[in-house]
């Protein structure tokens, strides 16, 4: 006589399973949202200028596309003088949105499994400069461009950092020293902190 099949009933999972799932789905939500908050009260807490000294520096990108504008004039004050940021599209959103609907990503989405997208495109950058020169110089210097966003956030919110330790805001050598690595090297910190090395140097000699 055969023994009857045993049906597995699968209830709802462990409340310690749900708990844990929850935890970081809200964790996924909350630390980009409070990354975002602490970048603007940064741009909020530092002086956010403009100018045209630098823009013969930035990359370019041969479209006539709106979407693609570069900003190649935004500038922060570093104790006083004009230092400029990295050159950023004006609308990064939109950017990103045009690159997908005109470029040949399928290439690169191989690799990434996901489309592109403003959680996914540090792949598509990380695939584009791990086999520079890539085919497509276009979607190579549009991935130059588009980091410049992160890379102008962690410029500001360190500057604004320093700026509220700072006696009367004014930095110390050793302040632009770490701050001038994150700056183009055309901008005025930089250049001020290579000179100061080299002198440094000279006097060791």
Not at 14 to 19: C, E, G
Not at 86 to 102: I, V
Not at 169 to 184: H, I, K, N, V, W
């Amino acid at each position: 006589m055969e023994r009857p099949s045993r049906i597995r009933i699968v209830g709802r999972p462990p409340r310690r399973v749900i708990a844990i799932a929850a935890a970081i789905v809200l964790a996924a939500l909350l630390i980009p949202l409070g990354r975002a908050l602490v970048v603007r009260a940064a741009y909020a807490n530092v002086i956010v200028t403009s100018s045209d000294r630098w823009t013969d520096h930035c990359s370019d990108i041969a479209t006539n596309d709106d979407s693609l504008a570069i900003d190649r004039t935004r500038a922060v004050t570093v104790n006083g003088e004009a230092n400029p940021l990295m050159c950023t599209f004006r609308d990064p959103a939109a950017a990103l949105r045009a690159l997908r609907d005109t470029a040949d990503l399928s290439d690169l989405q191989r690799h990434c499994i996901l489309p592109l997208n403003a959680l996914t495109w540090r792949c598509y950058a990380g695939w584009v400069a791990g086999n520079a020169p890539y085919d497509d110089p276009q979607v190579a210097a549009f991935f130059d461009i588009y980091e410049n966003t992160a890379d102008n956030d962690r410029i500001v919110t360190t500057l604004a950092a320093m700026q509220r330790r700072a006696k009367n805001g004014t930095l110390t050598d050793g302040q632009l020293g770490e701050l001038a690595m994150l700056f183009p090297d055309y901008a005025p910190v930089s250049r001020y902190v290579r000179t100061y090395a080299d002198d440094a140097a000279t006097a060791d000699e």
